[in-house]
C-alpha cells in the first residue's frame, strides 16, 4: 500500500536589523578600507625612492654631493624623482575615490537614524564611530601624499626652463657688468615651491611618536609611518566590534518544526 504524500514544512527566517546593517554598508565599507590600505603602504617605498634620487638618503654625509634641500643644482626633478613622484599620484585618485565612498556609506540614513532596535542601533554607532576614526587616519595619509605631489610639481613648473631665462637674460658682455640681483633663498627648493615657508607651519617632529628627520621628505616619510601603523590599530579596534556584533547573525538556527 503506497504511503501519502508528507504534508509541507515550513520555515521561519529570522533576521536582525544588524545583521543586514553588516552585509549591505559595514561589510562594504571595510573592504573599501583595506583596499586604501594596500595603496597607502606603497607610499613609504616611493618617498624613499623619491629621496635616494635626491640622494637625501639616510646618511647626513651623502647631502653634500647636492643641495640637501633641492636635490638637483638647479631645483628640478630629475627622472628617477619623476617616476617615484608619477607613482605617488597614481595613489592618489583611489585612495581618495575609496574615503569619498566609505564616507557616503557610513553617513547613510541607515546608519545614522538607526534601526528601531535600540541593542542594535548601539552597536551600529560603535562600529560607524570606530571606522570613522580610522578614515580620518587614512585621509591624513592622503594629504601627505597628495600634498608632496602638489607641491612637487609646482615646484617643477616654476623652476622648468630657468637656464634658458637665464641664458636670454645674460648680460651684454660688452657693457659694464650690473650687480647681480638679490637671491630668493626659497626659489632653488622644490621643497617650497619658490615660497617662504608659513611661520605657522605645524613642525610634524612635535607629533607623538614621529622623529625629526634632517630634510623635508625624511619627515614625511616618518609621518606616513605612523599614519599607517596608527590607522592598523583604529581598524584592529574596529574589526573587535564587527565581530562580536556578527557573531549575533551566525548563531545556529533553531531547528524547523513540520507545521500541524
Not at 640637501?68 to 585618485?93: F, H, K, W
Request: with cysteine; proline share 10%; hydrophobic share 35%.
Amino acid at each position: 500500500m503506497a504511503t501519502a504524500t508528507p504534508p509541507p514544512q515550513i520555515y521561519h527566517i529570522v533576521t536582525r536589523p544588524i545583521c543586514a546593517q553588516l552585509h549591505q554598508r559595514i561589510a562594504p565599507a571595510i573592504g573599501m578600507m583595506l583596499e586604501n590600505d594596500t595603496m597607502i603602504k606603497k607610499g613609504p617605498a616611493l618617498f624613499q625612492k623619491y629621496n635616494d634620487a635626491a640622494l637625501y638618503g639616510s646618511d647626513p654625509a651623502t647631502s653634500s654631493k647636492k643641495d640637501p634641500v633641492a636635490g638637483d643644482p638647479g631645483g628640478v626633478s630629475n627622472p628617477a624623482q619623476n617616476m617615484a613622484l608619477q607613482g605617488m599620484e597614481n595613489l592618489i585618485r583611489p585612495i581618495a575615490n575609496n574615503i569619498i565612498a566609505i564616507q557616503t556609506t557610513l553617513d547613510s540614513p541607515e546608519l545614522r537614524n538607526g534601526t528601531g532596535r535600540p541593542e542594535d542601533d548601539q552597536r551600529l554607532h560603535e562600529i560607524r564611530d570606530k571606522l570613522l576614526k580610522a578614515l580620518a587616519v587614512q585621509n591624513a595619509s592622503l594629504d601627505l601624499i597628495s600634498g608632496f605631489v602638489d607641491t612637487q610639481q609646482m615646484a617643477d613648473l616654476q623652476h622648468a626652463g630657468e637656464a634658458y631665462i637665464s641664458s636670454m637674460n645674460a648680460p651684454d658682455t660688452n657693457r659694464t657688468v650690473a650687480s647681480p640681483s638679490p637671491v630668493n633663498p626659497y626659489a632653488a627648493s622644490t621643497n617650497y615651491a619658490g615660497l617662504a615657508p608659513n611661520p605657522y607651519t605645524i613642525d610634524l617632529a612635535t607629533i607623538p611618536g614621529l622623529t625629526l628627520g634632517y630634510n623635508p621628505v625624511t619627515r614625511l616619510l616618518d609621518a606616513l609611518r605612523w599614519t599607517i601603523d596608527t590607522t592598523a590599530t583604529r581598524e584592529n579596534d574596529a574589526a573587535k566590534a564587527v565581530m562580536s556584533s556578527a557573531t549575533l547573525c551566525s548563531s545556529a538556527a533553531p531547528s524547523p518544526k513540520p507545521s500541524p
